[in-house]
């Protein structure tokens, strides 16, 4: 799972077996949104199973949503 991320390097490894959870809000003014948008189709195109979310509203923080969605990721992949 990420927060607000930017992707540096281009990945050099990818597995199918990997689930990805990538999370920004739309006001946020430290890293725009995009740069998790650009993330998460570099990652899906080197195969890893990507998936990302943008909640509107949400500055450079961790919302209430967020948190809950996290919680369901997590108890989703580790029954």
């Known amino acids: ?3 607000a991320r930017l992707l540096p390097l281009p990945p ?3 597995s199918t077996q990997t689930n990805i959870l ?3 809000g739309s006001a946020d003014r430290t890293i725009p949104p995009a740069a ?3 993330a998460a189709n570099q990652l899906q195109s080197s195969g890893l199973n990507v998936s ?3 909640y509107p509203g949400i500055s ?3 919302s209430s949503e967020e948190a809950r969605d ?3 990721f997590l108890r ?3 029954k």
Do not use: G
């Open 1 to 3: 799972m990420t927060f």
């Open 12 to 14: 050099t490894a990818s």
């Open 22 to 24: 990538m999370m920004h």
């Open 36 to 38: 998790t948008t650009a």
């Open 52 to 54: 990302s979310k943008i």
């Open 60 to 62: 450079h923080t961790i």
């Open 70 to 72: 996290t919680v369901i």
């Open 76 to 78: 989703v992949r580790f």
